[in-house]
């Protein structure tokens, strides 16, 4: 197990911090998705606050670009009655020299409970948990190619609502796994819920060799891959990532691993499309079908603020104690 999955449980075996979905376990992570389900319905009235989190503050870092995550996490804390924080790296004081531990012994300085930090290097959250202060909880909005937890958790508690035998699905991972952070938080979450067929897609440059340790079966032909798959999870091609000529332009790359309508139906008839956004339309997927009957893509986002509440909630209920 990594040195991020065993810092982030205490001795009990809670939440300490939230580096990765490797090590959580089947039972810490149904607990997880469970206390999602819980908060759903929260999400949805009127009035969207429970006041798990009053009197916390949360601070948002976030030193690559966001959409989807920096507002589910801060929609998350406000809705358990948090103060937030939210800090972009792009205007703060790391651009004159400051450290990353000297921007959290900093911000720590000021009483803060908990940390959401996206980072381009693999290893950032770690070092923040490694640094953080007693009382103080480090949240992994995405670290380099390494994990992006609360994407996987979401990512399997909306499998999950559609199709509760997880255990027994095919799940194909299909695009530019090398550089995604997603898919390793997918993989990790799916062998925790005891799932067995993990197929990871795409063309030999996009998929590591590495991913043979992880218990999955490896495809460069998008057919094969996706024969009588239950559940077809779309990757980014994360161009911004990419130093060198790992592909060709983007309509070749539809060509061949591309979903578009002819494509999912290689697929079972009631497979579940999920992207965990942003998409590239017509690079990875079609616009018709990432907005057809069977995707659940904005399903996901909207999964996004339940699992972040449950999170954050369970944290700072692992600290009470
Ligand atoms: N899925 C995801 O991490 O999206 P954002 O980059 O918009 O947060």
């Given at each position: 197990m990594s040195a991020a999955a065993k810092i982030q449980l205490d001795a009990h075996g809670r939440l300490r911090h939230l580096l990765t979905t490797e090590g959580l376990g089947r039972e810490l992570l149904t607990e997880i998705l469970d206390t999602a389900e819980s908060f759903v319905p929260v999400t949805r009235n009127d009035v969207k606050k429970v006041p798990l989190l009053r009197g916390r503050t949360v601070v948002n870092l976030f030193f690559e670009a966001s959409t989807r995550t920096r507002s589910a996490f801060e929609l998350a804390a406000h809705r358990l009655s948090a103060d937030v924080l939210n800090i972009e790296g792009s205007s703060s004081s790391t651009t004159k020299g400051e450290t990353l531990l000297d921007t959290l012994k900093t911000l720590e300085s000021m009483h803060v409970d908990m940390f959401v930090i996206r980072h381009g290097e693999s290893g950032a959250a770690e070092f923040f948990a490694e640094h953080a202060g007693d009382g103080?909880?480090?949240?992994n909005g995405g670290d380099g190619r390494h994990a992006h937890p609360t994407q996987g958790l979401l990512d399997v508690f909306t499998i999950r609502r559609h199709k509760p035998d997880v255990a027994g699905l095919s799940v194909a991972i299909v695009g530019d796994v090398l550089h995604s952070r997603v898919a390793r938080s997918d993989i990790h979450a799916l062998r925790e819920l005891g799932v067995r067929d993990i197929r990871v897609v795409g063309p030999k440059t996009l998929v590591p060799p590495e991913l043979d340790a992880l218990g999955v079966s490896v495809h460069h032909d998008l057919r094969a891959g996706l024969d009588g798959a239950d559940v077809v999870m779309l990757l980014r091609l994360q161009r911004e990532r990419m130093s060198g000529h790992y592909l060709p332009a983007g309509?070749?790359?539809?060509?061949?691993?591309?979903?578009?309508?002819?494509?999912?139906?290689?697929?079972?008839?009631?497979a579940l499309l999920m992207h965990p956004g942003p998409i590239n339309r017509g690079v990875e997927i079609a616009a018709p079908v990432a907005y057809g009957d069977q995707s659940v893509i904005l399903e996901q986002v909207s999964h996004g603020v339940?699992?972040?509440m449950a999170v954050m909630a369970m944290i700072i209920g692992a600290h009470r104690t």
């Open positions: 103080v909880a480090i949240l309509s070749a790359f539809h060509r061949g691993f591309g979903l578009n309508e002819t494509t999912l139906r290689y697929a079972k008839p009631d339940a699992i972040r």
